[in-house]
């Protein structure tokens, strides 16, 4: 009895370092100190790091060709990681969807606040700073991973990893 609960506690613990492994991988969870709350400044670091990434020569702004090379790289590894997961345990649940990179809000469009095709450090700054301001209806310095990712749910379905 022992070892089968065991055996289940290990198996429990597996899948969820996966699913946060994979949230974490794929840009889904900037929860950084894992405490369940999303603050402005964990938003940023996340919004920022994201972006940046996208940055292909590294000239501190990233264009729209490189952000949509970066999406199309996101959305090739997502399905790969898709593929591979155990049934029915693929990030979105049963069918995949939502979940994966690219749905969603158009986050080169919402933080390209000049509409010059570039997006900035200092443009996410503010375009992140707005968007947690939408989502902290409640004001208290921080949002949950439900509020924060009820924008990639589809009707009545789990958050991204759930």
């Known amino acids: 009895m022992r070892t089968s609960i065991a055996a289940s506690l ?3 613990m597996i899948a969820s370092a996966g699913a946060a492994s994979a949230q974490q991988r794929f840009g889904f969870d900037p929860d950084t ?3 369940g709350k999303i603050t402005l400044s964990e938003m940023k670091l996340a919004r920022m790091n994201r972006m ?3 940055d292909a020569n590294h000239d501190g ?3 729209k060709a490189e952000w949509d090379a970066a999406q199309k790289e996101r959305q090739a590894q997502f399905a790969q990681f898709r593929a591979n997961a155990p049934p029915g345990k693929a990030p979105g649940g ?3 969807r ?3 990179p690219g749905r969603g809000r158009d986050g080169f469009k919402e933080s390209d606040l000049n509409n010059d095709g570039f997006v900035t450090k200092a443009e996410i700054e ?3 700073t707005a968007r947690f301001a939408e989502l902290d209806k409640a004001k208290r310095g921080y949002v949950t991973r439900e509020e924060m990712f009820a ?3 589809g009707p009545g379905g789990p958050p991204p990893g759930k």
């Open 10 to 12: 290990v198996a429990l």
């Open 33 to 35: 100190n894992g405490d």
């Open 52 to 54: 940046m990434e996208a």
């Open 61 to 63: 702004k990233v264009s």
């Open 94 to 96: 049963p069918g995949g």
């Open 98 to 100: 939502p979940g994966g």
């Open 126 to 128: 503010r375009a992140v």
């Open 151 to 153: 924008q990639f749910r």
